[in-house]
């Protein structure tokens, strides 16, 4: 996988410092300071074929053959020399099962793999123009910058997918800030507006810095009009702006903006997201702190909860991973905190202990490392799933039994989704990805928080409904098939008893000159096939009126009423 290196950006890393140096820092009163704080983003999106263009392709190709070469794919660290090669990819490495390994890493040459060729099933690609955010959050007459760490796209061999990256830093901000970014930041469009015009839930402002501080891009939150005309005519919402920027050439499938890949959301307008918070005297954060920061809600009364003690009742339980928590012994180190609810993972420590805040060995080396890559394979088996779910929608919506085109569209169609479905199962799903104890254990809560399983379930099942339909609905065209070469052979045996029984010689043509001969044989040929052909465009009536015939409870009269139905005009 990539190089996430804590010396491929800004250092943020604080030295080592007291209590009481931390606590001259707190704003707000009782607020503790986050000393180092990671935001990372991530972002599924379902690619779309080009134009003509059918079935799963390697999109990716697109980027590197893009003029403009805005994103530039990473070099596998595994393809460097020994020198290059650190302890932390080892240590990143040895964290996963072998068949993850061969998922993330690929094999040695030489060595077959998934793919066939040794390589990772996972592609990265990465743009460096952008090196700040600046964010502009409501209620703040000054502007927040952060440095970004990576901005990244990940391609996934076979899967018409891609997962956008994007990790910021920050150092020493308020926790109301923080909290205000993990509620804002990863909006990809307003819910709404304010009555300041200001969109809803959203920063009042993003801009995209160059390293030179050049504006790049700016957000549009508060650009109601344009918002509403493309959910009125594309009934669609249209991505801000500075969204937009970032992903060029990518663009959105709706409209007419050019660009080399196309796609489709297949989430909620609120990205998924991870974060890392080294906080200054985490003692001092609240229970409502960490409901806050779990549920990624904006800043408020720290002793107030956000909602109710009867819903928060098991907070603990759901919530929180505390294997390392105990606020009753901090001094001794048990200080780390895990949170995780729906589409955001948190890590919470204290800024002073080096084994939180190391980026080599420490808590925050395996955060950008070994929790982002479980994050990314679980974000990518739920964004996977609901491709496919959306796909299955499609086909069953363009089914019309009464056109046989769409019929056999709809056949071929299930079948290459059963073929996808079988393929990502055999290739990208896993149970467990860790034997390490940690690792496994906060896959699993991502996994149950995220509901992939559920999801993954959902999918088979609609999968199995379809396969079945698809096998009843070829019985029953068996069946009506044998039916009518059953009437036909009835019917052809009355003829071959009536022919046989008066013997060949009917018409005794057989010293006729060869041109009559030829007449009597074609006129044969053609009565027979006339009465054969009207047999079978008769075959389901006449199928009918035999099981009549059969049924030794109904009438003569009614039998010959059916017998009659074979000829009566449907009304």
């Known amino acids: 996988m990539d190089d996430r290196a804590p010396d491929d950006a800004p250092r943020h890393d604080l030295p080592p410092m007291t209590r009481s140096s931390a606590s001259s820092a707190a704003v707000d009163g009782d607020a503790p300071l986050v000393r180092t704080f990671h935001q990372i983003l991530l972002w599924p999106l379902h690619l779309q074929p080009a134009q003509g263009d059918r079935g799963t392709r390697d999109h990716w190709e697109l980027l590197r053959d893009d003029p403009g070469h805005i994103w530039k794919e990473v070099d596998d660290e595994f393809c460097g020399d020994a020198d290059s090669f650190q302890e932390r990819h080892y240590r990143e490495f040895v964290t996963f099962l072998p068949y993850v390994q061969r998922l993330l890493y690929g094999e040695a040459s030489g060595h077959r793999s998934l793919q066939g060729d040794g390589r990772p099933l996972i592609k990265t690609f990465r743009r460096s123009d952008i090196a700040k955010v600046r964010v502009l959050l409501p209620g703040r007459e000054a502007p927040v910058s952060f440095d970004i760490r990576h901005i990244d796209l990940y391609f996934f061999h076979d899967l018409d997918l891609a997962i956008l990256a994007v990790e910021i830093s920050g150092t020493d901000l308020p926790l109301d800030a923080v909290q205000d970014m993990l509620h804002r930041f990863g909006r990809a469009y307003p819910a709404g507006w304010t009555a300041q015009g200001d969109g809803l839930n959203c920063p009042r402002k993003v801009e995209w810095l160059s390293a030179r501080g050049e504006v790049l891009a700016v957000s549009n939150y508060e650009d109601r009009k344009a918002y509403l005309a493309a959910v009125l005519h594309d009934r669609v919402p249209v991505l801000s702006s500075h969204w937009q920027y970032l992903l060029r050439p990518l663009v959105a499938h709706h409209g007419d903006q050019p660009g080399a890949v196309r796609f489709r959301q297949l989430e909620s307008y609120r990205m998924p997201l991870m974060a890392y918070l080294a906080v200054e005297e985490p003692e001092r954060l609240t229970r409502a702190d960490y409901v806050r920061l779990a549920y990624t809600n904006g800043p408020g009364d720290r002793d107030m909860l956000p909602y109710s003690e009867r819903h928060l009742a098991q907070f603990e339980e759901t919530a929180c991973y505390d294997k390392y928590f105990d606020p009753s012994q901090f001094d001794s180190g048990l200080s780390v905190r895990l949170l995780?609810?729906?589409?955001?993972?948190?890590?919470?420590?204290?800024?002073?202990?080096?084994?939180f805040t190391d980026p080599e060995r420490g808590i925050l080396g395996q955060f950008r490392h070994?929790?982002?890559?479980?994050?990314?394979?679980?974000?990518?088996?739920?964004?996977?799933?609901?491709?496919?779910?959306?796909?299955?929608?499609?086909?069953?919506?363009?089914?019309?039994?009464?056109?046989?085109?769409?019929?056999?569209?709809?056949?071929?169609?299930?079948?290459?989704?059963?073929e996808k479905f079988l393929r990502f199962t055999h290739r990208y799903w896993f149970q467990d990805v860790s034997d390490q104890v940690q690792a496994r254990n906060v896959y699993r809560l991502l996994m149950q928080h995220i509901g992939t399983e559920r999801l993954y379930a959902d999918v088979r099942d609609e999968l199995q409904d379809m396969s079945a339909y698809l096998d009843s609905d070829l019985l029953r065209r068996q069946s009506m098939t044998f039916l009518r070469f059953t009437v036909a052979t009835i019917i052809g045996l009355i003829w071959t008893c009536a022919t046989g029984f008066l013997g060949m010689n009917v018409i005794a043509a057989a010293d006729e000159p060869l041109g009559i001969r030829i007449f009597y044989f074609a006129a044969t040929v053609v009565a027979f096939a006339v009465v054969t052909f009207y047999t079978l465009a008769k075959s389901q009536r006449i199928a009918n009126f035999l099981d009549v015939l059969t049924n030794e409870r109904v009438p003569w009269r009614a039998k010959g009423q059916a017998m009659l139905e074979i000829w009566r005009r449907r009304r």
């Open 370 to 418: 070994q929790y982002f890559l479980l994050a990314l394979i679980v974000h990518m088996h739920k964004a996977a799933l609901l491709m496919l779910s959306d796909r299955m929608v499609k086909t069953v919506t363009d089914l019309d039994t009464d056109r046989p085109e769409t019929v056999r569209r709809f056949r071929t169609e299930i079948r290459v989704l059963l």
């Open 340 to 355: 995780c609810h729906d589409h955001a993972f948190l890590m919470v420590g204290d800024a002073a202990r080096s084994f």
